[in-house]
């Protein structure tokens, strides 16, 4: 009955069909197949990436919760737990960008407030083809408004993320999106189908035929065949899930509930058997019970649907009237469809018939994991050797060009679409190195931020890997934050390619071995493998969300200059780097050289240098160095200050003037301080054995930056502004 | 030439908007009304435009730019000639 | 004195305006759940900003038809105060306590930004603590808040200066560019004829703590208190935050 | 029964929904396309309705609920008895 085509269409190969076949004891019906299809693609099964992931950190001071359970939890003291984890929706998102990065916001959502976290803040990252080609604009205006009519209605403000543009993701746009709750430590819930006799319990919306096979989609590479796997987009409903989770909240808070988890991927099927597997217990549901959009749909249907904003819960009998009241005063559908059983299977009737029946440990934990073969791709070598660029003529208008590409240029087009704000507690706005959010009633803070170079992973994914930890730690160093735990989403190619096999391992290995340098933990993510269009891959892509807790949030420095006649001090120092920097791609169009070097023993230094400043209150303004290098920097710090005050800087490094403007150099950071503190930022920076000096000051309306006795650039801070401001707005402007 | 387009959600495709409807005119009373779908409506002035003309563009704005193929159909109607 | 939060189902800033009112305004405060009909005594009823609904069919046009309303209503009819924040804006324009209409912002894009408002009227309930031509610092968060009103009841406003808020720049001078959503008259704040009902589109909840980058909005919120104490002659008990600030938000919807 | 009502703005409202949707055509080379106006369209199923009784109500929902009439307009039609 189970033919090869059939296989096909499940994503599954003739040994994992055996393989199943094996742990039941016979061959599945095709509705047990799909339910072993979902649980064993690569997107719920991690067959691909799990010996890999095993590497990184997971214990520390702080964790609560490590991977395995729905998201990450940290104890950040007074009682209270942070709950994160970042999740992708690319797929989706290239088919219909809307509701594709609506779901996803939707999904992490659940995902937190499933452990009894209340979301307090999303960040997003975006990757899209250049903003010249219309399809990519219409796909990058279609995922922010997603995002943004998706959270905004939620009530959760987004706090920050990256938007990055480069051509290999023009085919297959990247949007991750990660989801910070808070909650109280003894009130965590955990997704156990524990206690036979229980009650199963679904709520929230009706199932419908959506989506069904989401998560295989998200495993498969796209190829022409794309128009086929249309059917499969969800329609968000975040008015539905913002009563949702009022609505658990308060089941939660009223200690109604026993276990619970979200339907996400894989829907009915992953909510039952992991939570069955977790509990070591089995489970019944009787599929007439389940609230229906639709007439007429199968078991298959039903237990694969992805419709959104939906939950299983596991209750005491005696508690599931007062659930049910709960539920029913948030307007929403709350019914038993089954019970907790011991026998450790999932079993599931429809019109009276038995039609799964199944050990829920084969499907959730027996998922085969492999280990497939990686071998270093040829052109790594080719690419990483680079020849020096001609010296530009003009650096002014270099320095504009760069000002102005879409990867550095200003983002606010994309967050002034967010609601930032809601919930009265984001103290640091977008636009900053990280989000600080306040705690209310609390002296300490919350930071975080999310951060990856592609291009410096497609050159070198080890350093690339490391060099992600290390600029989203500086980004939390730069608000005073020690950071605290890691969550990481990692969009790569086909993993069955060998080449794409070895960019995981290493990347996978940098990230770790800089986590551990950092001594922070990593609790959760997520892989999205199969990021290919027409066989041509993305760039390796990680992104780190890391988490930071600040002391004392009346600290926190800004991220543009405050005042004029402040000193400007540079931590850390200049070399002569060009690999993998913006400047080199968008002047010279190579994307070609080693990415900067990384120590990460020096950089930590640097950013202790940098919160202990900070805590003694001596710093002003923050910002580390990154893309666009010093220059762009310093640009920065002068856009975001109120009043646009301009600096002069001098410099005498004995390096070539474009790479000390424009070179990526890691381990860097720029402080303002007030005159008469620069001594004592000196002082404690010589003592941390941590490069420093006073590099200029702020003031005037222009930027000024000198190399060795010679001005090289000078331009008006209105002018670079405009030119860092408009960028984008500029490609979406209606022409009359 | 003015054209009506109209664009609504698939059928099988979830309407929160039209559900939302539904449930406040239920509130109200209107316990006759069983379902609402909602939807968009384009009405379009085209200059100088034939029958045969407006046969050829009008599907194709409808599919390129008004409707998304992907969760939503549409139907169109010519107005006034 | 006694302020009220309405909670209808899809608000999300209900919390936050309890926040400023409670627990920054040192007033005592209460949630009013959409479904009752109880005012539970209060001074002045506040519309929080949100979703309600999903604002669905168009923001603000659902929650007018919920039970607490028809008690808005009443209550407002009577004279109460009743202030409105951006979705609570949108659900008094809907239920006819406030003459006009929301159109999408002109650019067709939600908006989360700081705004500069001008008062243009200090001489109300809601603007008393500020003075005529202040410049207020305050966020806006709304997809529509491009206020319209057909060109007699605009002069109507006008001429019964009526008009309380208007979009200005940092000088508070009306350019083209400050009034970023487009609303005619670059309105952004009105009250009704009678003085005792107020929406407005910025969020003055978000601005009403130094340490969340403006403390203006206060303004607002001290200029309906200083109006009722005047009118009840007593005095409000003040900063009067007996429990602990809690950074999670109490359980809305139980009680 | 069902029945589609639809709601447009005013000619006397602006209507920059529909001016973005004709400025996009014609960046996509549709110049014949002269004015658009967008508005909502509801495809309403009543339950066991006769024609009288959906000539009393349907107005009303629209009138109450549907459309605001200070900026919309609405017509409407008996799609299937
Ligand atoms: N997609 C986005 N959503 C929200 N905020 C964003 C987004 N993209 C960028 N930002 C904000 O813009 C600012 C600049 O981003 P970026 O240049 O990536 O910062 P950094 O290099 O310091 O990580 C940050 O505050 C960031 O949070
Ligand atoms: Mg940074």
């Given at each position: 009955m189970i033919d090869e085509k059939t296989l096909a269409d499940h994503n599954l190969t003739r040994e994992e069909y055996d393989l199943i076949v094996r742990l039941i004891g016979r061959e599945p019906n095709l509705t047990e197949l799909g339910i072993f299809s979902v649980m064993w693609s690569e997107h719920c099964g991690y067959k691909s990436s799990k010996v890999h992931l095993k590497k990184f950190p997971t214990k520390g001071k702080y964790v609560i919760q490590g991977p395995g359970e729905n998201a990450g939890v940290m104890d950040i003291g007074d009682g209270l737990a942070?709950?994160?984890?970042?999740?992708?929706?690319?797929?989706?998102?290239?088919?219909?960008?809307?509701?594709?990065?609506?779901?996803?916001?939707?999904?992490?959502?659940?995902?937190?407030?499933?452990?009894?976290?209340?979301?307090?803040a999303v960040l997003d990252s975006l990757r899209f083809g250049p903003l010249d080609n219309p399809k990519n604009r219409a796909i990058m205006e279609g995922v922010v408004s997603g995002i943004s009519g998706y959270g905004n209605s939620f009530g959760v403000p987004t706090v920050g993320g990256e938007v990055y543009f480069n051509d290999c993701y023009s085919q297959n746009p990247l949007v991750n999106v990660c989801c910070v709750g808070l909650a109280y430590r003894d009130r965590l819930f955990l997704a156990r189908a524990s206690g036979a006799g229980n009650a199963v319990i679904y709520a929230g919306a009706k199932t419908g035929r959506d989506g069904i096979h989401g998560a295989t989609m998200a495993s498969a590479e796209f190829g022409e065949d794309i128009e086929h796997k249309r059917p499969n987009v969800q329609v968000g409903d975040p008015?539905?899930?913002?009563?949702?989770?009022?609505?658990?909240?308060?089941?939660?808070?009223?200690?109604?509930?026993?276990?619970?988890?979200?339907?996400?991927?894989?829907?009915?099927?992953?909510?039952?058997?992991?939570?069955?597997?977790?509990?070591?217990?089995?489970?019944?549901?009787?599929?007439?019970?389940?609230?229906?959009?639709?007439?007429?749909?199968?078991?298959?249907?039903?237990?694969?649907?992805?419709?959104?904003?939906?939950?299983?819960?596991?209750?005491?009998?005696e508690k599931v009237e007062e659930l049910k009241k709960i539920f029913n005063k948030w307007d929403l559908d709350a019914v038993v469809i089954g019970r907790v059983t011991d026998d450790g299977r999932l079993k599931v009737y429809f019109h009276g018939e038995l039609v799964i029946d199944i050990p829920v440990k084969a499907v959730v934990d027996l998922c085969p994991a492999y280990r497939r073969p990686a071998r270093k791709p040829a052109f790594v070598n080719k690419i990483s050797r680079l020849r020096k660029p001609e010296m530009p003529s003009d650096l002014n208008q270099v320095f504009l060009q760069l000002l102005a590409s879409p990867n550095i240029a200003d983002k606010e087009w994309v967050f002034r679409q967010y609601d930032h704000m809601v919930q009265v507690n984001t103290a640091v706005l977008p636009g900053a190195d990280s989000?600080?959010?306040?705690?209310?009633?609390?002296?300490?803070?919350?930071?975080?931020?999310?951060?990856?170079?592609?291009?410096?992973?497609?050159?070198n994914p080890r350093r690339g890997g490391q060099i992600a930890v290390a600029e989203a730690c500086r980004n939390l160093a730069c608000a005073g934050a020690a950071p605290i735990g890691v969550t990481n989403c990692l969009n790569f190619g086909n993993p069955e390619k060998p080449e794409i096999m070895w960019q995981f391992r290493e990347a996978i290995e940098g990230i770790a071995e800089a986590c551990r340098q950092f001594e922070i933990p990593v609790t959760g993510g997520n892989v999205s493998f199969y990021n290919e269009t027409g066989g041509r891959p993305i760039y390796p892509t990680p992104v780190l969300g890391i988490i930071g807790l600040i002391d004392d949030i009346n600290k926190v420095p800004s991220a543009g200059f405050k005042a004029a006649g402040e000193s400007i001090i540079l931590l850390g120092e200049n070399r002569e780097e060009f690999g993998g920097s913006e400047y080199l791609r968008l002047i010279f169009s190579e994307e070609k050289g080693q990415p900067p070097a990384l120590s990460l023993a020096k950089e930590k230094k640097v950013q202790e240098c940098c919160r202990q400043a900070i805590r003694a209150g001596l710093v002003r303004t923050a910002h580390d160095v990154s893309e666009g290098g010093l220059a762009v920097a310093l640009a920065e710090c002068a856009f975001r200050s109120s009043r646009r005050i301009g600096f002069r800087v001098k410099l005498n490094d004995v390096i070539r003037t474009d790479a000390l403007l424009f070179g990526e150099t890691q381990s860097r950071i720029i402080l303002a301080v007030r005159k008469k503190d620069a001594r004592k930022v000196l002082n404690l920076a010589r003592k941390m054995k941590v490069p420093a000096k006073v590099i200029g000051e702020t003031g005037g309306k222009k930027m000024e930056i000198w190399h060795r006795g010679k001005k090289i650039i000078d331009l008006k801070v209105e002018l670079g502004y405009q030119a860092w401001k408009n960028s984008i707005p500029n490609y979406f402007k209606i022409k009359k | 030439?003015?054209?009506?387009?109209?664009?609504?959600?698939?059928?099988?495709?979830?309407?929160?908007?039209?559900?939302?409807?539904?449930?406040?005119?239920?509130?109200?009373?209107?316990h006759q009304v069983r379902d609402v779908r909602q939807g968009k409506v384009f009405e379009i002035e085209l200059e100088g435009s034939s029958r045969e003309e407006a046969e050829k563009i009008v599907p194709e704005i409808a599919d390129r730019v008004l409707a998304n193929p992907i969760i939503e159909k549409f139907t169109w109607e010519i107005l006034e000639a | 004195?006694?302020?009220?939060?309405?909670?209808?189902?899809?608000?999300?800033?209900?919390?936050?305006?309890?926040?400023?009112?409670?627990?920054?305004?040192?007033?005592?405060?209460?949630?009013?759940?959409?479904?009752?009909?109880?005012?539970?005594?209060?001074?002045?009823?506040?519309?929080?900003?949100?979703?309600?609904?999903?604002?669905?069919?168009?923001?603000?046009?659902?929650?007018?038809?919920?039970?607490?309303?028809?008690?808005?209503?009443?209550?407002?009819?009577?004279?109460?105060?009743?202030?409105?924040?951006?979705?609570?804006?949108?659900?008094?324009?809907?239920?006819?306590?406030?003459?006009?209409?929301?159109?999408?912002?002109?650019?067709?894009?939600?908006?989360?930004?700081?705004?500069?408002?001008?008062?243009?009227?200090?001489?109300?309930?809601?603007?008393?603590?500020?003075?005529?031509?202040?410049?207020?610092?305050?966020?806006?968060a709304h997809f529509d808040g491009n206020y319209y009103a057909p060109p007699e009841l605009l002069e109507e406003l006008e001429r019964n200066n009526q008009i309380l808020f208007r979009y200005c720049d940092e000088k508070g001078n009306l350019t083209g560019e400050a009034n970023v959503n487009g609303s005619l008259h670059h309105i952004a704040g009105i009250v009704n004829r009678k003085g005792n009902v107020m929406g407005m589109m910025p969020h003055p909840e978000r601005a009403s703590e130094k340490i969340l980058g403006s403390e203006d909005g206060k303004i607002i919120f001290q200029s309906i208190i200083n109006y009722l104490e005047k009118k009840k002659g007593k005095k409000s008990p003040g900063r009067t935050v007996s429990r602990p600030i809690s950074p999670l938000p109490p359980l809305i919807g139980t009680f």
């Open positions: 942070v709950v994160f984890k970042i999740e992708s929706h690319n797929h989706p998102s290239y088919i219909e960008p809307y509701q594709g990065a609506a779901t996803g916001v939707g999904g992490i959502l659940r995902d937190i407030f499933t452990m009894g976290a209340r979301p307090i008015f539905k899930e913002k009563l949702l989770l009022e609505a658990c909240l308060e089941a939660m808070a009223k200690n109604l509930i026993v276990g619970i988890q979200d339907m996400g991927a894989a829907g009915l099927t992953c909510s039952t058997t992991e939570m069955a597997a977790k509990a070591g217990t089995g489970m019944e549901i009787n599929l007439d019970l389940v609230p229906q959009r639709e007439e007429g749909m199968t078991p298959y249907e039903i237990m694969l649907s992805e419709s959104q904003e939906r939950m299983l819960i596991v209750a005491e009998p989000a600080v959010l306040r705690l209310k009633g609390l002296k300490k803070a919350l930071a975080m931020t999310l951060d990856g170079n592609a291009l410096y992973t497609f050159l | 030439m003015k054209v009506r387009i109209l664009v609504t959600l698939k059928e099988s495709v979830l309407d929160p908007q039209g559900q939302t409807v539904r449930n406040a005119l239920h509130t109200l009373g209107y | 004195m006694k302020f009220g939060v309405v909670v209808f189902p899809g608000s999300n800033c209900d919390y936050d305006t309890f926040h400023a009112l409670q627990n920054v305004m040192g007033q005592e405060t209460v949630f009013l759940w959409h479904k009752d009909h109880d005012l539970q005594q209060v001074d002045c009823v506040v519309l929080p900003g949100g979703f309600s609904y999903g604002d669905y069919l168009r923001s603000g046009a659902i929650a007018r038809f919920s039970p607490i309303m028809q008690e808005v209503k009443k209550f407002a009819e009577d004279g109460g105060l009743v202030l409105g924040i951006c979705n609570g804006f949108q659900i008094l324009l809907e239920s006819g306590l406030l003459p006009g209409a929301m159109l999408r912002n002109k650019n067709l894009k939600f908006l989360c930004q700081y705004v500069n408002i001008r008062i243009e009227n200090d001489r109300t309930a809601f603007t008393g603590a500020g003075r005529k031509g202040q410049v207020l610092r305050i966020p806006i």
